[in-house]
């Protein structure tokens, strides 16, 4: 299928990296943890994946990919059946953070053979109407910024060439978050404006007659999607939330494998399905879920300049996805494993031609951005 080339070697490990101006949410320590694979052909080739959970368990990353790596030492690149043979473990395999790394893996598979035929991860699936660009939204407003810190974000937005905004609500009082929604409203041109609720992020949560009142409150404004309005451990009263709700409902980054997904779909729960190529299920079972589900989708991107380009590649295979998130915060180690510069222009990604995902983590990487205990996640 694709090249005769045999794994030799599987490794997982975590990195911690400079994030932002050092005061984000959720990242007491100033640094960000990101989860990430490394797969070595037996000619001395390395793909590299990145795996969503990472972020919020970084010390398991290398004892599940070294317990996942029998699976795959020794297999040949031409056939990826030894992943259905992880999606098969009893009970473990199909879901969670085992099928969260093992996501990872197969990025990092992708990203090795297309390295080793020296064709973009996107040039190794034949697909009908390929787009050669995506919308882009700037994802920002974080919970805790206050009026002008939403204009400022928005301002950013606007002189980078974007025109689609994303911001959060949830985490201060619900006065305070109309007055940040109305802030984002008023200054933005178009119909552009998506709210997240984070509900499955922030502790307090809203219930169903909460999220229904406060979309209520939101319909006065100009707002493409609410996100997240409730837990996403419950998928039936989403699907009642959306029966009911005139704003457009959009979840799915808080699942891993196509159970949850097919549940989504079967139970038309949500008017926008969000999907991760760093989080929701094989880079192959992802695409083929993506083509053949007619609902509108946007890709969730919340990692490093590796999750952005896979889901970006994602995104022009596929004509159902409709946004590209762009997270408005960096952090250092995204720039220094890059091998070509991501080209947005107008807001909009380019689909670029370099060799796998354009992803190279050296030795000195590794030694710059070494993991620091407790840099995951907490609130």
Known sequence: ????????????????????????????????????????????????????????????????????????????????????????????????????????????????????????????????????????????????????????????????????????VGYQSWRDDLDRVNTASLLMNKDDLMVDAIMGTLKNKWKLSEASNKIIDLEKFKIRWIEEPLCPTNLIEHKKLKEISKIPIAIGEAYSGNINFDTIISLQAADIVQIDATNSMGYNKLLDFSIKNEVEQATHVWGSSLSFIANAHLSCLSKNIKYLEYPSISFKVSEEILEEKININNGKYILNNYPGFGINITRSVKEKFKYEQNSGYKL
Do not use: W
């Open 1 to 168: 299928m694709y090249t005769d080339e045999k794994i030799a070697k599987v490794e997982g490990f975590a990195l911690s990296s400079q994030y932002g101006d050092g005061k984000v949410f959720g990242q007491p320590k100033g640094k960000k943890s990101i989860g990430f694979i490394e797969i070595t052909s037996e000619s001395g080739v390395k793909g590299f994946g990145e795996a969503y959970c990472g972020i919020y368990s970084p010390e398991l990353m290398k004892p599940i990919v070294d317990f996942l790596s029998s699976y795959l030492v020794g297999k040949s690149l031409n056939n990826l059946s030894f992943f259905n043979e992880i999606d098969m473990i009893p009970f473990i395999g199909y879901t969670g953070i085992i099928q969260g790394v093992r996501i990872g893996i197969e990025l990092a598979v992708m990203d090795l053979i297309g390295k080793i035929t020296e064709k973009p991860v996107h040039e190794l699936f034949s697909v009908n109407e390929k787009k050669k660009e995506i919308k882009c939204y700037y994802s920002g407003g974080s919970v805790i910024f206050n009026t002008d810190e939403i204009k400022a974000d928005i301002e950013n937005l606007y002189n980078l060439g974007f025109e689609a905004f994303k911001m959060r």
